[in-house]
């Protein structure tokens, strides 16, 4: 088949990437017959704390495990008395985690040695499988975590050679 000039082309295995990328989120989306999902409203009057992951955190169920099936999970994740010990060197087992910062600031080393500060208004995605630290955070925080899928587990890490990060 040929193209007219100036019409990009792509690759076979190009191609075959991108009609599955497609294909999964068509499958993903479309309703079948077994689909339960329902919509869900959290209320901050009436929040449903979980355990997580730190125990110098607060955690606030979103109610999106349990509405989507599992597909992803949404928390607020709460801190009052700061940090008070950085995380450890650590991955998640997940597609992705996405962190948006509702109030304070939040510091973070990665892998290539760089750290990064988020703070209110700032947002943050987080492959899975990136080794990540959390170092510090502001006395008071808020955050909205979401990840994919739901049940993303943690995994310890060796840090990366260049630890000048801490922890």
Known sequence: MSFPRGVPTIGESEFIHRKRC???AMMATAPNDNDTREFFVARKATPSYVKGRRDFFKYRDLGVTAA????????????SA???RPTGWHYHVC?????????GWVDL???NGETVRIEEGDSLF???GLPH???ATSDTLELIEISVPADMGTENC?????TFASG
């Open 22 to 24: 497609l294909q999964m």
């Open 68 to 79: 989507s099936n599992g597909v992803m999970r949404a928390q607020v994740t709460e801190g």
């Open 82 to 84: 700061g940090m008070t």
């Open 95 to 103: 597609d992705g985690q996405f962190v948006y910062m509702l109030k």
């Open 109 to 111: 080393a990665f892998q």
């Open 126 to 128: 987080i492959p899975g």
């Open 133 to 135: 630290n959390e170092i």
């Open 158 to 162: 060796d840090p990366p050679d260049n």
